[in-house]
């Protein structure tokens, strides 16, 4: 048990943790600590700043932890700092090492906070960053379904109601759709960020501390907007935010499993509408004719994986009652693989819709029949038949096997000219959504960027 020895530190006698109880509590949850090393520094750097504000750091120990913190900061990034098996979390493998290296100094790092406001900060720095991430991501896959979409507004196929031929739809009318699907879930990341955009730091475990904490000064140097200004809100949040992210994450993922789907659907060579060129594709071990859509199938499960995270959250939080629970170390780890997966979604599928090709002649070839029957009933209305007659008349008409004149591609969609139509597919006003979007998230990866550069110093790289 000779690698446990240095848990004294947190156990509750001060004499060290039986090893098979550090192995259940701490488990494999160093892997998932590990991403929020540089986070949990910087965070520290962010405390330090509102203890000096505060009165509670003479000028000589505040100035040894800032220069510490950030050669910690370096040291994660070049692999020297790492959570190790001998110590119990991300905090702890910070504060070791800072103690180690500024003794006097290192041991007042943790005034004025618990490891409880501590994660809560560390996970809220690391959700700004992948949210942002996430965030550009889906821009950069939406921005090649608008050009998908713009290539081919005028390539025409069927739409489908209940899997069957229902009326004309385009290329572009469907890549234009997904695209602003994706743009609705992609905009209401505003609500999500004024949560994550909180500070949690004073919270300590969940009641404050007996101290002049000036958490405003800590949160501004974090780059928060703002505070969770009851204390007992941080705790009572937590899970809370998590499912809020998962959530997020989960109405954009189905939207590339939907996406997914329709791909390995109508590349089917039933349908072929549209082609999978080789490097979107895998072969057989035993047929050499397959072109296998893998990729969109992972990103359909992988879908359900993520929706499967948020579950996960969901039934961890649900139970419990208020203040801290150790029920909450379970969230990181369906929180930070709901997000990776997410983010992997997105960069695969932004690399995939560029190269999808069509099959014009088979997309053509497929309005036939009654895909058209709508048309025809169209064209008597605007004649002056009373819609429900022209209706039955058509109708009956197909029934008998009678087959009507195909309006031309140019005539189907002339006569589809309303707003989000099939000849009018809105796609600059789309494309200022996007504009609008990607500002948004540029201001706030700025803004981010700019608190923790403060924090690291000058010449330290970012995340």
């Known amino acids: 048990m000779a690698r446990h020895a240095n848990q004294a530190l947190w156990s509750a006698n001060g004499s060290g943790i039986d090893g098979r109880l550090l192995d259940y509590t701490a488990g494999d949850d160093r892997p998932w600590d ?71 100094s290192g041991e007042r790092v943790h005034t004025g906070r618990s490891r409880n406001d501590q994660v809560a900060t560390d996970l809220r720095l690391y959700l700004k960053d992948r949210l942002l991430h996430l965030h550009a991501a889906a821009l950069t896959l939406t921005e090649a379904l608008l050009r998908l979409a713009a290539r081919h507004r005028s ?123 080789a490097e979107l594709a895998t072969g057989s071990s035993i047929m050499p004719h397959k072109r296998n859509p893998d990729l969109f199938e992972l990103t359909r499960a992988r879908a359900a994986a993520v929706e499967a995270d948020l579950v996960a959250v969901l039934q961890i939080k649900g139970r419990l009652t208020s203040g801290y629970h150790r029920d909450f ?56 038949q009373p819609f429900r007659v022209a209706y039955r008349e058509v109708k009956v008409a197909l029934a008998s096997g009678q087959v009507f004149a195909a309006p031309t591609p140019r005539q189907i969609l002339a006569r589809r000219q309303s707003t989000g139509g099939l000849g009018n ?6 494309r200022a959504r996007l504009r609008r979007a990607r500002s948004w998230g540029t201001r706030r990866r700025r803004s981010f960027d700019a608190a923790i550069r403060r924090l690291a110093g000058r010449g330290l790289a970012l995340s």
């Open 425 to 430: 597919l809105g796609l600059t006003e789309a």
């Open 155 to 277: 390539t025409l196929w069927p739409g489908y109601t209940h899997q069957r031929r229902a009326m004309p739809s385009s290329v572009g009318h469907w890549a234009g759709a997904y695209a602003e699907g994706i743009l609705d879930t992609v905009e209401a990341i505003d609500s999500l960020w004024a949560r994550v955009d909180r500070s949690p730091l004073g919270s300590a475990a969940g009641y404050g501390v007996p101290l002049p904490l000036r958490r405003e000064m800590a949160a501004r140097a974090l780059g928060f907007r703002g505070l969770d200004r009851n204390v007992a809100t941080v705790q009572a949040g937590r899970g809370k935010l998590e499912a809020a992210a998962l959530f997020w994450c989960t109405q954009l993922t189905h939207d590339l499993a939907r996406l997914s789907q329709d791909v390995i659907v109508y590349s089917a060579e039933e349908f072929g509408y549209l082609l999978l060129p």
């Open 34 to 104: 590990a991403r929020l090393l540089r986070w949990d520094v910087i965070g520290s750097l962010g405390h330090v700043e509102g203890l000096k504000a505060s009165g509670l750091l003479t000028n000589a120990d505040y100035r040894r932890l800032r220069r510490g913190l950030r050669q910690a900061l370096v040291a994660v990034d070049s692999g020297r700092l790492t959570v190790g098996p001998s110590q119990e979390d991300v905090h702890t493998a910070v504060e070791e090492w800072l103690t180690r290296r500024f003794p006097g």
């Open 329 to 384: 170390q379970l969230l990181k780890e369906p929180l930070m693989r709901g997000i990776e997966r997410t983010g992997a979604m997105l960069e695969a599928l932004s690399a995939a819709v560029p190269r999808l090709e069509v099959d014009r002649a088979r997309c053509s070839a497929a309005l036939d029949g009654g895909a058209l029957a709508t048309d025809e009933v169209m064209r008597r209305v605007e004649a002056g």
